[in-house]
């Protein structure tokens, strides 16, 4: 692409000859290229996301997923999961970046068979009562909003033994990145379906305390030992914090769900948060190196993002790519908004990648777009 600083001294600009274009085929035979060919794609004046923002409305997602158990069964799909893909990834399956989300779904009385693999989960739930997943042997109870991790190699199967009606959640995977990194790998459990060996939500009782841990335990795991982080306590933490924060300029009062033994991200790629936007909160903009995956946990409002504005309410998804300028805003003068989201900080972080900037222009807010509101359309 077309960049006027690419004109200074410093950066490639190199003009096309006939010798050059006979060089070049000689060099492509023996698989070489003259770097000055490609410096200016692979290194950016900044980072050029091919993700796009893009939001899925639940009102519109929940008729297809509830469709596709129509369709197929668990056992024929596996993992019966509509996947929401990024216009711009279509060939990584991510929706944002190197992450992956999906919606699935589980009837009452359905069970997905156990496996395991390189790439980490993570599932919030949306609706539904009397699902569980069983995690490396330890059963947990699954309900509404609550948060549940399959870390990195651990053994997991779901299913669903309530009567009342399905229950649907979002599942959030670095799938694309550790494609990305050709270190994946996939086994399933030999005998289908784990039998639990430890007690239900055993890690909640052992790790879930309020700044008290298990003082013989030494876990040494490169995640958290707490595997489900359940939706009461989380939301009390988040409305004491509001009472007496003034919270961030660009976040609102935003939480991180962490590894209780370490006070890091949950766990090594993945990291997530919740955030409450107060009464008619509209936060300034920033933007930063790192993928975010919302759902809308609670309320209503919406995000600019890249100058797009995102309308959003319950149980909607939508992404912001990185370095992306965003700043989000609760649409209610009564009620609070809180945005569930889960990211690839860790692992930028963890790189070194890092590093944020404020919007200055504009008074903090970005000018909005004028385009349709409602849900970006088709992949
Ligand atoms: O539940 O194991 O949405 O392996 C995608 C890949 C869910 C899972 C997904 C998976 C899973």
Not at 113 to 125: E, M, N, P
Not at 147 to 160: I, Q, S
Not at 283 to 297: D, K
Not at 328 to 353: C, I, Q, Y
Request: hydrophobic share 35%; aromatic share 10%; charged share 20%.
């Amino acid at each position: 692409m077309y960049d006027p600083r690419d004109e200074q001294l410093g950066r490639a600009r190199v003009k096309d000859t006939p010798e050059l274009k006979a060089y070049y085929g000689e060099l492509a035979r023996y698989n070489a290229i003259g770097l000055w060919q490609v410096a200016n794609t692979i290194e950016p004046w900044e980072p050029t996301p091919r993700s796009v923002p893009v939001i899925w409305k639940y009102r519109e997602m929940r008729p297809l997923v509830l469709r596709a158990a129509e369709l197929v069964s668990p056992e024929e799909a596996a993992r019966r999961v509509v996947a929401l893909i990024n216009p711009g990834n279509r060939d990584t399956s991510a929706c944002v970046g190197n992450l992956y989300t999906g919606i699935q779904i589980m009837l009452p009385g359905e069970a997905a068979t156990a496996h395991r693999h390189a790439s980490s989960a993570l599932r919030f739930i949306m609706e539904g009562e009397g699902a569980y997943t069983v995690v490396d042997g330890e059963k947990m109870t699954l309900h509404a909003r609550d948060l549940v991790l399959t870390p990195n190699g651990t053994w997991h199967d779901h299913g669903n033994e309530g009567t009342s009606g399905p229950t649907i959640w979002q599942d959030g995977l670095d799938i694309p990145l550790v494609n990305v990194l050709e270190a994946n790998y996939f086994e399933l459990y030999a005998d289908g379906r784990q039998t639990p060996s430890r007690p239900v939500d055993a890690s909640y009782a052992e790790y879930g305390g309020t700044a008290l841990l298990p003082a013989t335990e030494r876990w040494t795991k490169p995640y958290s030992p707490l595997l489900k982080y359940p939706w009461e306590p989380t939301y009390e933490a988040l409305q004491r914090l509001a009472q007496r924060s003034a919270g961030s300029p660009y976040d609102g009062i935003l939480m991180e769900y962490v590894n209780p033994r370490t006070g890091g991200p949950i766990m090594a790629t993945m990291g997530a948060s919740i955030q409450l936007l107060r009464p008619g909160e509209h936060t300034r903009a920033h933007r930063h190196i790192g993928n975010i995956v919302y759902q809308c946990a609670k309320g209503r409002g919406y995000s600019i993002i890249g100058g797009q504005r995102f309308d959003w309410e319950e149980k909607d998804i939508f992404v912001v790519p990185t370095w992306y300028w965003h700043e989000h805003a609760n649409l209610s003068d009564t009620e609070d908004a809180v945005l569930f989201s889960f990211n690839d900080l860790p692992t930028m972080k963890a790189l070194a990648l890092y590093r944020e900037e404020a919007y200055v222009d504009n008074g903090g807010y970005q000018p909005v777009e004028a385009r349709e509101l409602a849900g970006v359309g088709a992949v």
